[in-house]
């Protein structure tokens, strides 16, 4: 380092940056006499980055010496504005003490540059394998700014990568915690670490499914510091997040974690914990017993499986004390669990709801009903009776006429047949079969052979009907329609289910309109035959509101054509002062037409969600094919059914309005 000396008296040399430039401070001369203060001569470095000492003026007459703070002070003077170096001024000070030489020594420095740094981490173990809960990651380095040199003369020396570092952030769903005291990073989860130049996260490896019944879990054989996974590590981690032990597989677990050991690989998601799911008490219902019975439903069951069409039994009876039903008691829910702890509550079944009609009475057990007198035991519209039977020994036809009783119910051994009518208050139960007839029953009608009316008929009543098979009728009922081999092109409106999963199975063609959902073994046909399943709730309220609705809707159209949609400023603007009146009216008229049409629109919307709510436990369930052809309606949702399916259940989904098909 070379220091250049210059002419004394340049005060401003050092400050004005100019190299080579000396400068002597005699202006704070001491008022001791005639003495003279030490002074200093300093030069500075072509690059303005240090100031030293070029010559040194001893004190005389009794002038002050050198100290640190009169060094500082002459500094500051000079227009030096980086900090005295405080090594370089006891060094000075020792040098003239001594008597050593004073004009090499530095004593200010500017202060270089310093460029950014980015965030790194400083890992604690390998992130190819998993964290604990707790477990440290890593430590992490803060990124510094970049800070700007400053020369002697105060001016300042730009960074040379002035760009801003990069930082290092944890997500807020990142599943690690930053200590910011020691600046360690630890994992909230088990999991694998994920880290980039920006940001560092933790993925778990715990999976959850969505209805929080099934946890699945990824497994390796050591973890990120090379510590072995152990069946008691994996059962702290689901500990952690409430897993019943009730509820974890823990031969899974040592299964999964021996393959991992053996392989050296980790392991496909494994399930080692399903949740227990509610099990709701069933409702309370009516068992209907009978001691004698000719009611095999199509005919009597062979060994090897078959149904003899020929042997059917007795026709069900009752005689006054014989047992006819027993209500059987609701049963209690038991509650379920989810993986997560969380318990899912179960509903208590509900008393089945059984009036007793005058022909049965209840037993002392309290749920055996024992018939009053002889007659046909039925459980129609929640009432249990015995009803007199009105029966026919053999068909209905021109020697019997049309049956119609006002009565009690009818038993028909044979056939009814086309062209004539029955008409009962009760129940119809028929031996042999049903042809184009028109049937007519408060109860239920229960076949033993077929429905066959060539759509010239119709079966209607106010209970279920049950036959062995059903071709080409019509059929309406206020509960279930259950047939025991097929339904093939007929038309079924009904407030209950229909069946049909014994025998064949086979719903073919047609139309069915019911409220309760179906189940069948089979749906459709091969060859494309259009077969249309609706699903539908059925509101008295709902329709009367809509119906109310479009009456309001239709008076205002008409309202509006004949006076028009303006303002009433606008209307009475055109009109001649005599219509005035008429005018007001009207307005008056419309705007409570108005009022009410939308306060009916709302309650319609909400009526349509209530009816959608009713919708959730109704489905069409085929344990067999679904054929192309078929059209199934749920609500307002339509599917079509373009190849064949196989095992579904169709079921409603009022958050998208649509039909989802599962497996059955």
């Not at 499986?305 to 039994?313: L, P, S, V």
């Not at 026709?315 to 014989?322: E, I, T």
């Not at 129940?427 to 060539?454: D, F, K, P, Q």
């Not at 064949?504 to 409220?515: F, L």
């Amino acid at each position: 380092m070379t220091f250049t000396t210059a002419a004394s008296g340049r005060v401003d040399a050092v400050k004005a940056g100019m190299p080579g430039a000396a400068v002597r401070h005699g202006a704070d001369t001491a008022a001791t006499g005639t003495g003279e203060d030490a002074m200093l001569r300093f030069s500075g470095t072509q690059d303005r980055m240090k100031v030293g000492v070029a010559r040194y003026i001893p004190p005389s007459g009794g002038g002050r010496p050198l100290t640190v703070e009169r060094i500082r002070k002459l500094l500051a003077e000079a227009g030096v504005k980086v900090p005295l170096s405080e090594k370089g001024a006891e060094k000075l000070l020792h040098c003239i003490s001594t008597g050593g030489a004073v004009d090499r020594i530095v004593i200010a420095r500017g202060v270089q540059p310093e460029n950014g740094k980015d965030a790194y981490i400083v890992p604690y173990g390998n992130f190819n394998y998993p964290v604990f809960p707790g477990q440290a990651i890593g430590n992490l380095v803060a990124a510094v700014m970049p800070k700007p040199g400053m020369r002697v003369d105060g001016s300042e020396i730009p960074p040379h990568l002035p760009h801003k570092p990069r930082d290092i952030v944890i997500g807020e769903n990142g599943h690690c915690v930053l200590d910011p005291a020691s600046r360690d990073i630890s994992s909230t989860v088990f999991g694998l670490v994920q880290a980039t130049d920006t940001a560092i996260s933790v993925t778990p490896l715990v999976s959850v499914s969505e209805d929080a019944m099934q946890a699945s879990v990824r497994l390796h054989f050591r973890d990120m510091e090379g510590a072995p996974l152990t069946k008691a590590r994996v059962l702290g981690v689901l500990h952690a997040l409430h897993v019943p032990v009730a509820l974890v597989d823990q031969a899974a677990i040592e299964e999964a974690l021996e393959r991992c050991e053996r392989t050296g690989k980790p392991s496909e998601p494994v399930v080692l914990a399903r949740g227990r799911q509610p099990v709701h008490g069933r409702d309370g219902y009516v068992e209907m017993l009978s001691e004698e019975r000719e009611a095999a439903p199509v005919g009597m069951t062979k060994a090897n499986g078959a149904i003899d069409f020929r042997n059917r039994g007795l026709l069900p009876s009752a005689r006054a004390g014989a047992a006819v039903a027993v209500v059987h008691p609701p049963t209690r829910g038991v509650a379920g669990v989810d993986v997560l702890g969380n318990v899912l509550p179960a509903n208590d079944g509900q008393p089945a709801k059984v009036t007793l009609d005058r022909s049965v009475a209840l037993d002392a057990d309290g749920k055996t009903v024992l018939a009053q007198v002889d007659g046909l035991a039925q459980y129609v519209g929640g009432t249990l009776s015995v009803q007199e039977v009105v029966q026919v020994d053999g068909d209905v036809d021109f020697s019997t006429g049309n049956i119609h009783v006002a009565t009690g119910s009818v038993r028909v051994k044979g056939t009814v047949l086309s062209g004539f009518s029955v008409k009962t208050p009760g129940s119809l139960v028929v031996g042999a079969a049903i042809e184009s007839a028109r049937i007519m029953a408060g109860g239920n009608v229960e076949v033993a052979g077929g429905i066959l009316m060539m759509e010239k008929g119709y079966v209607r009543c106010g209970g279920s009907v049950h036959a062995g098979f059903v071709n080409e009728a019509v059929i309406e009922a206020r509960d279930d329609v259950v047939v025991r081999d097929f339904m093939l092109h007929s038309t079924v409106l009904c407030g209950g289910r229909v069946i049909a999963t014994t025998g064949r199975g086979r719903i073919q063609g047609g139309s069915i309109t019911c409220m309760g959902g179906v189940e069948a073994l089979e749906l459709g046909a091969e060859l494309g035959v259009a077969t249309k399943v609706t699903v539908a709730v059925s509101s008295k309220a709902l329709r009367e509101l809509e119906k109310e609705r479009d009456t309001v809707k239709e008076a205002l159209i008409k309202l509006t054509a004949k006076f028009g949609e303006g303002a009433e400023e606008e209307l009475l603007m055109r009109a001649r002062p005599e219509q005035y009146k008429a005018i007001e009216a009207a307005l008056a008229l419309r705007e409570t037409l108005t009022n009410k049409y939308n306060d009916l629109r709302e309650q319609v919307a909400e009526a349509r969600v209530r009816a959608s709510a009713k919708l959730l436990d109704k489905r069409v369930a085929v344990s067999g094919v679904v054929h192309p052809g078929t059209v199934i309606t749920i609500g307002e949702a339509v599917f079509t059914v373009s190849h064949p399916i196989q095992a579904a259940v169709f079921r409603y989904v009022p958050e998208s309005r649509r039909i989802e098909v599962v497996s059955a």
